[in-house]
């Protein structure tokens, strides 16, 4: 039950700083046309969980609650794309090239799919 609250109480804190940070981001570009604030929080999410996971893995930096609190729970709530980024590069560094290349087409093409799914789904039920 531990575990669960540290997630969520990351991830509550995750999300408000995604919507702050995008918000702002996005409202200083002064456009609309493009994801500025979504490309922004991406960014920011996977430098922060590259820093941290190599002081994690080379210096014993956080305990598994830590890991738990700050990695699944704060950036998973700021962005889970820093953890897609982190778990293909792990994949790559441990010399498993085709399934970093599998992980990254699967989200990307996958996702998309499913998204487009959500939408036809969703307009054929409520047109």
């Known amino acids: 039950m531990t575990n669960i609250f540290l997630v969520g109480a990351g991830g509550f804190i995750g999300s408000i700083l995604r919507y702050l940070v995008s918000g702002w981001v996005q409202q200083s570009a002064k ?9 922004a929080v991406n960014v920011i ?30 950036l998973g709530g ?12 792990n994949l790559a560094r441990d010399s498993l090239m085709m399934n970093a290349l599998a992980n990254i087409g699967a989200n990307v093409i ?18």
Do not use: H, K, M
């Not at 996971?53 to 609190?69: C, D, H, I, V």
């Not at 962005?79 to 897609?84: D, K, L, N, P, Q």
């Open 78 to 89: 700021f962005t889970t794309f820093s953890s897609f980024g982190n778990e293909t590069l």
């Open 31 to 39: 456009t609309l046309d493009f994801p500025y604030g979504t490309l």
């Open 45 to 74: 999410g996977c430098f922060v969980i590259g820093f941290l996971a190599q002081l994690a893995e080379t210096r014993g930096f956080f305990t598994s609650e830590s890991r738990l609190f700050v990695f699944v729970g704060i």
């Open 110 to 127: 996958i996702g998309l799919l499913a998204v487009w799914l959500g939408r036809t789904v969703s307009y054929l039920i409520w047109r």
